[in-house]
């Protein structure tokens, strides 16, 4: 057995301790936005407010989040648009009545090798699939690059909250070229289960002079 092969059972492995043990690759049953189970909620985590829109628990959530992060399905990524456009648009009216930042669309960043990997970051194709308003600055303009990780991370799931706020430490930096000071960023990650992911990729941009808000389609 090649290197290759060892690697890619390992990461098999990796996959399925992370998930529920069926097919990762699956079709969602969602055919329209009103099919989602859209249920918002705030929980705050190391002082900070996360934002999220589903609950990962339910079967028809779990097999959209998995097409879509998985597959890359264009279905799955435009369903998850449409639950997150209804959102964004009554947080960021919300946002300009209190402040005339500019407002920006940040997915939370893979690891290089990770996107190599899967060949995308599942967030920016939601975020590609807003209206257009979303994208010119009428509302918001999506910005994917502002945050690079600069470092590979632990998978997060076997780990303890102390270990998972550890493990993604230092692990994000604003981009070069990116000022971000004085905007209100809507930072956002498909799932969250302690939020460590977040609250650390916000540090970066909060340390730059941005309000950062933080949002995941799914809780887990």
Known sequence: MGIIDIFSEGLD????????????????????PEDIPVSTHQREVQGKHIATLMDYRDRIVEDLIRSLKYDGS?????????VLADFLREEIASAR??????????????HKSRERERGFNQIE????R???????????????????RIRATQQQTHLSRDERIKNVEGAFQVAHNNNV?????????DVTTTG???????????????TVSLLALARA
């Open 125 to 128: 194709l939601v975020l590609k």
């Open 181 to 189: 000071r004085d905007v209100h960023v809507f930072l956002i990650d």
């Open 13 to 32: 492995a990796i996959a399925d301790a992370i998930l529920p043990r069926r097919a990762r690759s699956v079709r969602t049953q969602a055919h329209a």
């Open 196 to 210: 460590a992911t977040l609250v650390n990729a916000a540090e970066p941009l909060e340390a730059l002079g941005a």
């Open 130 to 148: 807003l209206s257009q308003e979303f994208h010119d600055g009428t509302l918001s303009k999506v910005m994917p690059d502002a945050l690079s």
């Open 74 to 82: 264009g279905h799955a990524a435009q369903l998850c648009a449409d």
């Open 97 to 110: 009545s209190f402040s005339a930042r500019e407002i920006l669309l940040v997915p939370v960043p893979l």
